[in-house]
């Protein structure tokens, strides 16, 4: 900040108020307290949120959904709520119906990484047999990118997202709270997530990515695209990462994704700071190009939310052109995506808030999990790692459940 400080010459000047430091076990407790269907919950890398009840619902309709949610929220207020909060997520089609909600109360803690307890042992892996279905099979996904790859090479268009999933059936109930604790100790300074995604149905996953987040009139993106598989053996593990950062491919698939989320945002910015090259982001499983995108916003009314659906898509879930793109995934995919490259998230009465792209995730319904992973195929894109890339990127997921692909 550029504004000067003039210090009082007074001899007894009183000691500066110092807020105590967040107590041990804050955030974790709000993970140990979450429980399916009531509650929703949402630990990212400045907040730990644990929802429950719902006071009120977003309505589904053909309004601007920006609208309905600040409606929603002012109704909240004006009932006696003085911090009202809508929470949720919306599907990767802005047609399909949302699950965003204002809840009856909220729990918040610091964030999940700067809570030590974070990394003591959590459940263990319940013991039990998976069955799996891989929809599309890798064979046939492979068959899906290369066909892409000749689209493109032919001009079509620039870049398409392509994913599959993969479906697990539990020989016991699921145990979703042990399976959020475990997704969040993988990759505590990410963001975890647990919502209801529709009757009986839960979201629950670990995303790496922010898709926007603002605080007053500041906005954060960060944009996530060009990715490799972590390896266990350090020097390889290193390698790779080094290898991303100078892979033309790679960069080349971040750079059309940097350049449409400043398109996207610049409209609303009187100053918005995009860093020339990438850096590197890792999970648990994956390693990433990463640009954190920051701007300070024209019209302070600007809510996050409005500024998530100015992004979504991106490019990094969908790809370029936005509606060549999807009419691809709609004839390459054999399933619907629902929640997943959507976004989760939440915004207060002052239009506040933090979205992130719903990816690492799975869609839990009785005994069944239905996992997602997605790869950016260009076309410099080879269909053997592009399909190598989606099954490292259900590491995720089937490591905190105990189960292979």
């Not at 392509?162 to 697990?168: D, P, W, Y």
């Not at 300074?189 to 919502?195: P, S």
Request: charged share 20%.
């Amino acid at each position: 900040m550029s504004a000067s400080l003039r210090v009082p010459t007074a001899p007894h000047r009183a000691a500066p108020h110092l807020s105590p430091p967040p107590s041990p076990g804050a955030a974790t407790a709000l993970l140990d307290a979450y429980r399916p269907g009531t509650d929703r919950f949402l630990a990212s890398s400045r907040r730990t949120l644990l929802a429950s009840g719902t006071a009120a619902e977003v309505p589904q309709d053909a309004r601007p959904l920006a609208l309905r949610v600040n409606e929603a929220l002012d109704a909240r207020r004006r009932a006696g709520d003085p911090a009202p909060m809508v929470l949720g997520a919306l599907p990767f089609n802005p047609d399909a119906p949302h699950s965003l909600a204002v809840p009856q109360s909220v729990r918040r803690a610091p964030a999940l990484c700067e809570d030590p307890l974070i990394a003591l042992p959590g459940p263990s892996t319940e013991p039990g047999t998976w069955q799996t279905r891989e929809v599309p099979e890798a064979g046939a996904y492979s068959a899906a990118v290369a066909a892409a790859v000749r689209r493109m090479r032919a001009g079509e268009f620039d870049k398409v997202v392509l994913a599959r999933t993969l479906e697990l059936t539990s020989s016991h109930d699921l145990d979703l709270p042990a399976m959020l604790r475990r997704l969040a100790q993988h990759d505590p300074k990410g963001y975890t997530f647990a919502v209801p995604s529709g009757p009986g149905r839960t979201l629950v996953g670990a995303s790496p990515e922010l898709l926007v987040a603002r605080a007053g009139n500041v906005l954060t993106a960060n944009p996530l695209a060009g990715s490799a598989p972590r390896s266990h053996d350090l020097a390889e593990d290193v390698r790779r990462a080094a290898a991303l950062l100078e892979s033309p491919k790679d960069l080349h698939e971040h750079a059309v994704v940097v350049a449409a989320v400043r398109e996207a945002l610049a409209p609303f910015c009187v100053r918005l700071d995009v860093p020339e090259r990438p850096t590197l982001v890792r999970t648990a499983a994956m390693w990433h190009l990463s640009t954190t995108v920051t701007g300070t916003l024209t019209d302070p009314g600007t809510t996050s939310l409005a500024l998530a659906s100015a992004l979504h898509p991106t490019p990094a879930v969908c790809g370029t052109p936005t509606e060549k793109a999807r009419a691809v995934i709609a004839e390459s995919e054999p399933f619907d995506r629902g929640a997943y490259t959507g976004m989760v998230g939440w915004q207060d009465a002052d239009g506040d808030g933090e979205w992130v792209v719903t990816i690492r995730c799975a869609e839990a319904e009785g005994r069944s999990l239905r996992l997602f992973a997605g790869a950016g195929v260009v076309a410099a894109s080879s269909p053997e790692a592009e399909t190598a890339e989606t099954g490292a990127k259900f590491r995720t997921f089937l490591d905190a459940v105990g189960a292979a692909l």
